[in-house]
């Protein structure tokens, strides 16, 4: 390849803050769906590609390199959207809903939400086995509850988080202990420092939201109506819960997820086909594809129960495909590297190189959507910056689990955050006030850095 020159500093600097210009003005001041200020950066980024001598074939490459890194999450999203149909015509998720609105007492649905949501998170590793699962019902529940549903879904996000970060079956917590060369379970430890003060903060807000509900006769009378409406149309019996069981159980012996996925799927069709009124395996696949359509006329309990099929994530799909092909054509230009090498010659204490790698995976995240890049970039690229300051590895593995997994889902356009609005049914712009945890933890992670701490020579850490 001979081209002019590589993008400098200085252009990349320009460049990013164009597209972070580009998709602001679009998502708050226009108010337009996230793909077309991608789109539009997209544009962007090939007319700079352009300038700098790069042939159309490369850009292409670039595009088509980026989608394929995009193939697995694209796979899992459309199957938890089978799923979620699937477990609505087996009778699942109705049968976890009544279950919750006949135990859970409105006012305290946002902390037991919490809890629950970590509990699972925590076991099975994944934020969006918990999503799909137990979230999903928890939704439903808050809804008929008249439990705000942004609030509800900052609840389920935080919990299921949780879990993603503090694992040690999460594939993102192995991934960024591996790539800052970290022990896990050192990792782990050494992340309970800002995670713990940043759950307990979340608890306790969570607590105090619930406290400002207010439960009358109404609200219960509704709580009630929605039961009676629910178990007209759907068998309830604990024989649906067979398939989500087997799910958890499948990823805690870590099974990978998208066998784990389909045999729920399997598992779902075989019980409502034998439990359901009138079910046929033909019905089914219909569901799989366009999810459940239930005629009620009470309209709280159709929107609940009509959920799920391939279709409902094709919005998320399409979004992440073009988040994907950004990611592939900033890699061929090879901005990020440039960004951080750049950063990386102004740092001259540690609190500046943990806030620069925290600042780095959210902006990775921004212009890619990727939680996986956003973690391997800013580790590759800063781990000789460590050991050149002699500081602890384990630092650097904190900050790229912070600014890398926890933010994805606060990113309209995040794999994380498409998955969970969608699957959710509340746009990210609406749960992020409520994301309490996922937030506070980077931001103890850089405030704890700035702050002086006894020296200790075994660990080589910086003063």
């Given at each position: 390849?001979?081209?002019?020159?590589?993008?400098?500093?200085?252009?990349?600097?320009?460049?990013?803050?164009?597209?972070?210009?580009?998709?602001?003005?679009?998502?708050?001041?226009?108010?337009?769906?996230?793909?077309?200020?991608?789109?539009?950066?997209?544009?962007?980024?090939?007319?700079?590609?352009?300038?700098?001598?790069?042939?159309?074939?490369?850009?292409?490459?670039?595009?088509?390199?980026?989608?394929?890194?995009?193939?697995?999450?694209?796979?899992?999203?459309?199957?938890?959207?089978?799923?979620?149909?699937?477990?609505?015509?087996?009778?699942?998720?109705?049968?976890?809903?009544?279950?919750?609105?006949?135990?859970?007492?409105?006012?305290?649905?946002?902390?037991?939400?919490?809890?629950?949501?970590?509990?699972?998170?925590?076991?099975?590793?994944?934020?969006?086995?918990?999503?799909?699962?137990?979230?999903?019902?928890?939704?439903?529940?808050?809804?008929?509850?008249?439990?705000?549903?942004?609030w509800a879904a900052?609840?389920?996000?935080?919990?299921?988080?949780?879990?993603?970060?503090?694992?040690?079956?999460?594939?993102?917590?192995?991934?960024?202990?591996?790539?800052?060369?970290?022990?896990?379970?050192?990792?782990?430890?050494?992340?309970?420092?800002?995670?713990?003060?940043?759950?307990?903060?979340?608890?306790?807000?969570?607590?105090?939201?619930?406290?400002?509900?207010?439960?009358?006769?109404?609200?219960?009378?509704?709580?009630?109506?929605?039961i009676s409406v629910?178990?007209?149309?759907?068998?309830?019996?604990?024989?649906?819960?067979?398939?989500?069981?087997?799910?958890?159980?499948?990823?805690?012996?870590?099974?990978?997820?998208?066998?784990?996925?389909?045999?729920?799927?399997?598992?779902?069709?075989?019980?409502?086909?034998?439990?359901?009124?009138?079910?046929?395996?033909?019905?089914?696949?219909?569901?799989?594809?366009?999810?459940?359509?239930?005629?009620?006329?009470?309209?709280?309990?159709?929107?609940?129960?009509?959920?799920?099929?391939?279709?409902?994530?094709?919005?998320?799909?399409?979004?992440?495909?073009?988040?994907?092909?950004?990611?592939?054509?900033?890699?061929?230009?090879?901005?990020?590297?440039?960004?951080?090498?750049?950063?990386?010659?102004?740092?001259?204490?540690?609190?500046?190189?943990?806030?620069?790698?925290?600042?780095?995976?959210?902006?990775?995240?921004?212009?890619?959507?990727?939680?996986?890049?956003?973690?391997?970039?800013?580790?590759?690229?800063?781990?000789?910056?460590?050991?050149?300051?002699?500081?602890?590895?384990?630092?650097?593995?904190?900050?790229?689990?912070?600014?890398?997994?926890?933010?994805?889902?606060?990113?309209?356009?995040?794999?994380?955050?498409?998955?969970?609005?969608?699957?959710?049914?509340?746009?990210v712009i609406a749960?992020?006030?409520?994301?309490?945890?996922?937030?506070?933890?980077?931001?103890?992670?850089?405030?704890?850095?700035?702050?002086?701490?006894?020296?200790?020579?075994?660990?080589?850490?910086?003063?």
């Open positions: 390849m001979n081209h002019f020159k590589t993008v400098p500093f200085g252009a990349a600097v320009m460049i990013f803050l164009s597209m972070i210009v580009i998709i602001f003005i679009s998502l708050f001041y226009l108010k337009t769906e996230p793909h077309l200020p991608l789109m539009l950066c997209l544009v962007l980024l090939s007319g700079v590609a352009f300038i700098y001598k790069y042939s159309w074939k490369e850009i292409e490459a670039g595009l088509v390199k980026g989608i394929q890194n995009g193939v697995q999450p694209i796979i899992i999203l459309a199957l938890i959207g089978i799923l979620i149909g699937a477990w609505m015509f087996s009778g699942t998720i109705p049968t976890v809903m009544i279950a919750a609105l006949n135990l859970i007492d409105p006012g305290s649905l946002l902390i037991l939400t919490l809890i629950c949501c970590t509990i699972i998170s925590s076991l099975v590793g994944s934020s969006f086995t918990t999503v799909s699962t137990v979230g999903v019902a928890l939704m439903g529940v808050a809804i008929a509850a008249g439990v705000p549903a942004q900052g609840a389920v996000i935080c919990g299921a988080c949780f879990g993603d970060k503090m694992s040690p079956m999460s594939d993102t917590t192995n991934f960024a202990s591996g790539v800052a060369s970290v022990n896990i379970f050192t990792h782990i430890k050494h992340m309970s420092n800002t995670t713990i003060p940043a759950f307990l903060i979340t608890a306790f807000l969570f607590w105090y939201l619930g406290t400002t509900l207010t439960v009358n006769d109404a609200t219960l009378e509704n709580i009630q109506e929605i629910m178990e007209q149309h759907v068998q309830i019996s604990g024989w649906t819960l067979i398939s989500p069981l087997i799910v958890i159980a499948l990823a805690i012996t870590r099974i990978p997820v998208i066998p784990a996925l389909a045999a729920g799927i399997v598992t779902a069709g075989a019980t409502g086909i034998l439990l359901q009124d009138g079910a046929s395996f033909a019905q089914f696949l219909n569901v799989l594809q366009n999810g459940t359509a239930f005629e009620i006329e009470q309209e709280t309990v159709q929107k609940m129960l009509n959920r799920g099929g391939l279709q409902s994530m094709m919005w998320s799909i399409s979004l992440i495909m073009i988040a994907f092909a950004l990611g592939g054509l900033m890699d061929t230009l090879q901005l990020i590297q440039t960004l951080l090498k750049g950063l990386i010659m102004r740092i001259k204490v540690k609190g500046q190189l943990i806030l620069a790698t925290v600042s780095s995976s959210i902006g990775v995240n921004l212009v890619t959507g990727e939680q996986y890049l956003s973690i391997l970039i800013p580790g590759q690229s800063f781990k000789d910056a460590y050991e050149k300051m002699n500081i602890d590895k384990k630092y650097l593995s904190r900050s790229l689990e912070d600014g890398g997994t926890l933010i994805n889902p606060l990113i309209p356009w995040g794999v994380s955050g498409a998955f969970f609005a969608q699957t959710l049914g509340v746009d749960y992020l006030p409520f994301a309490f945890f996922l937030y506070l933890s980077p931001l103890f992670s850089v405030l704890f850095s700035f702050l002086p701490g006894r020296k200790k020579p075994a660990e080589q850490l910086a003063a």
